[in-house]
């Protein structure tokens, strides 16, 4: 069963920068694409930026220029760095396998992890 364990989350002022990791377990890392989901109070779910396995990257216009995901398949962890964060980016923060490197969604199996809160003060 995947397994996934966000951290890295906080209370951070406007215009500030935080780190987010989330280790991944259950499935080969290497050989599945990943992304960074959140969800706001009230909001679906949605995901923010994407990585495949050969490093492309996708960003939602919301954090495009602000946010990079990166991955460290040596660590099996997959990096959200946020800089220039808005009090619209609160949200509780997922990472998660998606469908493929050509299938950019997901998740492709059904767990979740227990998320990571990221709360952006004006």
């Known amino acids: 069963q995947v397994q996934l364990v966000e951290s890295g989350g906080g209370l951070v002022q406007a215009g500030g920068s935080l780190r987010l990791s989330c280790a991944v377990s259950?499935?080969?890392?290497?050989?599945?694409?990943l992304g960074w989901y959140r969800q706001a109070p009230g909001k679906q779910r949605e995901l923010v930026a994407s990585?495949?396995?050969?490093?492309?990257?996708n960003y939602a216009d919301s954090v495009m220029g602000r946010f990079t995901i990166s991955r460290d398949n040596a660590k099996n962890t997959v990096y959200l760095q946020m800089n220039s964060l808005k009090p619209e980016d609160t949200a509780v923060y997922y990472c998660n396998v998606l469908m493929s490197d050509y299938a950019l969604y997901g998740p492709r199996f059904g767990s979740w992890g227990q998320g990571t809160q990221v709360t952006v003060s004006s």
């Open positions: 259950g499935t080969p890392f290497s050989l599945n694409a």
């Open positions: 990585v495949t396995t050969y490093g492309r990257t």
